[in-house]
């Protein structure tokens, strides 16, 4: 069965820093994707980010890159120079290539401190 | 592109009566929708998926007759909450993708349902 874990509820992360937020999946389909999504209070997700599993590099868009490590099967978040706007809940999701299903990990707050 | 709208935006209604949350996608066609459910401080629960024109696949422990999904057109998919109770009470956010694989998913702004 699929999971992902985010073990980290909260994060602290002084302004202009980078920071990495942890997600690892388990999956026993060879074609996936991984994805992140940003939850400000506001309530609505927005998409960050995605890598697929047969991708051969890390997916990177803008202040955001996912470090993927296959054999570890992890999908772990870096933002990079963090801005008090990143202050938001963090979800890592799943879908299996051809499946109907997304599953998210739990979340991470991450908290901007200027 | 790839903007999905809700509506309404929030809603309060007494206990007992039913409430229909719509999610349209402007901007491209949907072949599948989602609908979520989220409470305070939790992550995302996957209710049902729809695709148009076909039946909806609910999640285990979701009650179909509780929850209508009517996934009428390419751009629109209904969520409709019968006899809502406080206990049904949520932030329900819908999703939308172009292709049955559900790979990249648009979510809408969410609609939060207090019921009294």
């Known amino acids: 069965a699929q999971k992902i874990t985010q073990t980290q509820p909260g994060m602290f992360v002084q302004e202009k820093e980078a920071v990495t937020l942890d997600c690892t999946y388990d999956?026993?389909?060879?074609?996936?994707?991984l994805f992140w999504y940003k939850q400000p209070s506001s309530g609505e997700m927005i998409f960050l980010i995605y890598?697929?599993?047969?991708?051969?590099q890390n997916a990177t868009e803008g202040r955001y890159s996912l470090n993927f490590q296959k054999a570890r099967k992890s999908a772990n978040l870096v933002i990079s120079a963090s801005q008090l706007g990143d202050s938001a809940m963090y979800f890592c999701a799943m879908a299996e290539t051809g499946g109907f299903k997304t599953i998210f990990g739990a979340g991470t707050r991450l908290f901007v401190k200027a | 592109g790839a903007v999905v709208s809700q509506h309404p935006s929030r809603v309060i209604c007494k206990s007992g009566t039913s409430v229909k949350i719509e999610c349209r996608s402007l901007d491209f066609q949907a072949t599948t929708m989602f609908w979520y459910r989220q409470f305070p401080k939790q992550s995302l629960m996957l209710m049902a998926t729809?695709?148009?024109?076909?039946?909806?696949?609910?999640e285990q422990g979701v009650e179909k007759d509780k929850f209508l999904i009517n996934h009428a057109s390419l751009t629109l998919s209904t969520l409709t909450v019968t006899s809502a109770h406080p206990e049904d009470s949520s932030f329900y956010i819908c999703?939308?993708?172009?292709?049955?694989?559900?790979?990249?998913?648009?979510f809408g702004p969410g609609t939060r349902l207090l019921v009294l």
């Open positions: 999703s939308a993708s172009r292709d049955r694989g559900g790979e990249t998913q648009y």
């Open positions: 729809s695709n148009e024109g076909s039946k909806a696949t609910y």
């Open positions: 890598q697929g599993s047969y991708d051969q």
């Open positions: 999956t026993s389909d060879p074609s996936y994707g």
